[in-house]
């Protein structure tokens, strides 16, 4: 009796730890999700990006690691994006593709644009981003509203 109880507690005990362990980086997990993404994550990524902008503005060569850095900073931005949207992404997808279109990389460029057009078009680089995609020679499609839409709209006020 005795060797099955400590074995029990032995178990729990066990059990316990685990639990322990596991927790706390759930916890941080939904503590990042509820709060969003930390400043230092956003100070960082744009401190790199701003860097690799000035590189471009000053003509400095732009060496294999600064492309590999711009394209791990636009992952480890999609990443974020599909944890939650913010808008302060949009100053970095805009400046992440400002750097794709300076260095002819259109296909890049438009999909950090399009990015904020579909994500964060209410913010000030909404505008701009559907400028440099006209610019470009990119068609936007913007839904058009039908009749039976706007139908919808009013059938809930009274005039």
Not at 67 to 75: F, S
Not at 146 to 156: H, L, V
């Amino acid at each position: 009796m005795k060797q099955a109880l400590s074995v029990l507690v032995l178990f729990l005990l066990i059990v316990a730890l685990i639990l322990n362990q596991a927790l706390p980086a759930d916890a941080a997990k939904k503590a990042v999700k509820k709060k969003g993404v930390s400043q230092e994550f956003l100070d960082d990524i744009t401190t790199k990006v701003d860097n690799l902008t000035k590189k471009i503005y000053e003509k400095e060569l732009y060496t294999p690691n600064d492309a590999n850095q711009l394209i791990g900073l636009k992952l480890q931005l999609d990443e974020q994006m599909d944890i939650l949207s913010e808008a302060s992404f949009a100053p970095l997808y805009f400046k992440i593709g400002n750097i794709y279109r300076l260095r002819g990389q259109e296909k890049e460029a438009i999909s950090c644009y399009q990015t904020i057009l579909e994500n964060f078009s209410e913010t000030a680089y909404g505008p701009k981003a559907r400028d440099i995609l006209t610019e470009m020679g990119v068609e936007i499609r913007v839904p058009v509203e039908t009749p039976e839409d706007e139908e919808d709209s009013f059938s809930d006020e009274e005039f």
